[in-house]
């Protein structure tokens, strides 16, 4: 009896040892080391890897990531596993032209792209890897139809499945800080992933996360309250007058979205503020309006590059992609890309409305958190994240004020901080929503301070 029982231990462990050595064997045959890149003369200077990782049921769901080591101390700094918008953007849009260690060139024509090194990228100081999720996006596929299916509470639990097997995958990562990066639409998925990384830990998953909190980027929290606040953003960026404000707040009583029809005066006063903003660049505020009749360039000739470039069979053979297992490449998923009001699609369901709840639960947490905007943003505007990291109900631990870079204000901040939870707020002065695209330098300095304020105070045990 008692043999037997031993025997059932062992069993046991045999077959654990077997499933963590599958998913390594999995894991190990999909990582492609990326030396040289089409468009990029001589060796990469920085270490690019490529592959795939399986998550959810059977693994039927592909993720593809781009992972570059830290371009600086790889064995200490961080690693942020970054979660681009959209939902349906491609992790590429980083890559290639935000804060990734690349920039395309299309000075020489679209069809003759160059790639030049960004001197702003993150991977000056972290270890990036960069995740196409979920499935029909970028270069991630499904194994089955219903596998292509997905919804934002689906990202959640796929990405916290991809950070676990990508790093047993690379195992030597285990021990440097762990932080989730996520940008815009993200901004409501990537704090529930964050949960789940510190409710892995607290069940005791193994292997254990070294998670240090999470960093997020012109993110949409809340659907009313970031809609919400266009109205007021717009009255203090001089796009509507005191007067418009004033009778707005009067006739809509704070509620400038969901509005009661019957209430003609409201109304009446929402159609001045759209008269107002309707041709303004949400985006960017500063930037030209575009939209069909409009003869300015309205969309990134550097876009089309990437286009062309991913799609090219030579990028496709550098990067290592599975032959046939996507159509063409695309930068965005238009399908699945959000937009205010819309509904469920085929292949995407929104069903995370606010991840507020998810923030303040954080607040519990040893967690650092940086939030940071475009002060030019009006799609996601910063005063409605003012207000919102406000009710979190935190101590202010430093309040507003600018943050220098060569002797200019770079943007403003402020700190909140109760037992081993903090939050850096930071808007970037001028920037719009593609903050790290308008103001590289002081994005990279907002991240950098963020990121050493919290290097070796929690050293894995
Ligand atoms: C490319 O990926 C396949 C698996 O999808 C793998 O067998 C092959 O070794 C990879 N090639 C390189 C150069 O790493
Ligand atoms: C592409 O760019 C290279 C390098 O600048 C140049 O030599 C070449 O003529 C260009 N080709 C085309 C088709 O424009
Ligand atoms: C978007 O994703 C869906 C489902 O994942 C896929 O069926 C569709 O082909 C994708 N659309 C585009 C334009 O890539």
């Known amino acids: 009896m008692r043999c ?29 080391i990326v030396k040289n890149l089409p468009g990029y003369s001589g060796d990469l200077p920085f270490k690019l890897e490529t592959g795939y990782v399986g998550v959810g049921k059977n693994e039927e769901v592909q993720l593809f990531y781009y992972f570059v080591e830290s371009q600086n101390n790889p064995e200490e700094d961080p690693l942020i596993c970054y979660i681009p918008g959209g939902p349906g953007s491609s992790a590429l849009l980083a890559f290639l032209y935000e804060m990734g260690p690349l920039n395309i060139n299309v000075d020489n024509g679209i069809t003759n792209a160059t790639l030049v090194t960004n001197q702003y990228s993150w991977t000056k100081m972290a270890s990036i890897v960069f995740v196409d999720i979920p499935a029909g996006t ?29 790093l047993i995958g690379h195992p030597k990562f285990l021990k440097n800080p762990l932080y989730m990066g996520g940008i815009s639409y993200m901004g409501l998925v990537t704090p529930v992933i964050t949960m789940n990384v510190y409710e892995g830990n607290e069940r005791g998953d193994q292997p ?23 109205f007021k953003y717009a009255h203090r960026m001089a796009l509507i007058s005191d007067d418009i404000y004033k009778l707005g707040i009067e006739n809509c009583h704070g509620n400038y979205i969901n509005t009661d029809t019957s209430n003609s005066l409201c109304a009446q006063s929402l159609q001045s503020y759209k008269q107002c903003t309707d041709r303004i660049s949400m985006n960017n505020i500063l930037e030209p309006f575009c939209d069909e009749s409009n ?5 990134e000739e550097a876009f089309n590059g990437i286009r062309i470039w991913a799609n090219s069979v030579t990028v496709q053979q550098a990067l290592n992609i599975s032959q046939g297992t996507i159509g063409t490449w695309e930068l965005m998923n238009t399908t699945m890309h959000y937009a205010e009001g819309k509904k469920d699609t085929f292949c995407y369901a929104y069903d995370i409305f606010s991840s507020f709840a998810y923030h303040k ?18 799609t996601f505007p910063y005063v409605g994240m ?10 202010v631990e430093e309040s507003w004020k600018p943050y220098f870079i060569d002797g200019q204000v770079g943007g403003y901040e402020m700190t909140y901080a109760q037992n081993d939870f903090s939050l850096t707020f930071a808007t970037v002065k001028g920037a719009g929503h593609l903050v790290p695209v308008d103001k590289p330098k002081e994005t990279m300095d907002v991240i950098e301070r963020c990121l050493a304020s919290r290097i070796d105070s929690n050293i894995i045990e």
């Open 295 to 299: 003869s300015m360039p309205c969309q």
């Open 386 to 395: 003012e207000q919102w990291i406000a009710s979190l109900g935190v101590r």
């Open 138 to 166: 970028g270069f991630s596929y499904a194994k089955t139809k219903g596998a292509w299916v997905s919804s934002d509470s689906i990202v959640a639990d796929q990405a916290h499945d991809f950070v676990k097997k990508f």
């Open 208 to 230: 254990r996360l070294n998670i240090q909190g999470y960093i997020l980027g012109s993110p949409l929290t809340d659907k009313f309250m970031d809609f919400n606040s266009r």
């Open 361 to 378: 639960k954080l607040t519990t947490k040893n967690c650092r958190a940086l939030i940071f905007s475009g002060d030019h943003d009006m």
């Open 4 to 32: 037997n029982q031993e025997n059932l231990m062992l069993l046991s462990h045999f077959i654990i040892l077997l499933t963590f050595q599958s998913h390594f064997i999995t894991l190990s045959h999909s990582q492609t």
